[in-house]
């Protein structure tokens, strides 16, 4: 598989477990020292990839078992090497999100380093 396919199944992984709430799935697409960062109505938010995993399997049952409409769209992956820029615009938990997301490939494997994230608004 290429580089920017491999990359874009990381990103589906990414997107999958906050859409089916499960932990195992942010595991696999983020790396184990990745850190998540971004505003929400009460100020900062910052999590590790444990804190974000244990988030996201708290939204029971999942935006998928609630009906939910999927929605990921990825604008933007920009390859340099090992490292890429991804930027995706994702809807969760009533929320239209953009996130800026860096990766890094080690060890043959492309995965979240770093993910900012920015409310838009309300799902439309």
């Known amino acids: 598989m290429k580089d920017e396919e491999q990359i874009r199944a990381t990103i589906q992984t990414y997107f999958d477990c906050m859409y089916e709430s499960s932990a195992e799935k ?3 697409a ?17 999590m590790t990839v444990k804190d974000f995993a ?18 990921l769209d990825v604008l933007s992956v920009d390859i340099a090497g090992n490292t890429a820029s991804v930027k995706v615009r994702d809807d969760y938990l009533g929320m ?24 838009e608004g309300a799902c439309k």
């Open 26 to 28: 942010a595991h696999a």
């Open 54 to 71: 244990d988030f996201v399997a708290s939204q029971q049952p999942s935006p998928k078992e609630q009906g939910e409409p999927a929605r």
């Open 96 to 119: 239209t999100f953009m996130d800026s997301i860096s990766m890094l490939k080690a060890d043959g494997k492309w995965s979240i380093y770093n993910k900012l994230f920015h409310v």
């Open 30 to 46: 983020f790396h184990q020292d990745a850190r998540i960062a971004g505003y929400l109505e009460d100020g900062l938010h910052q």
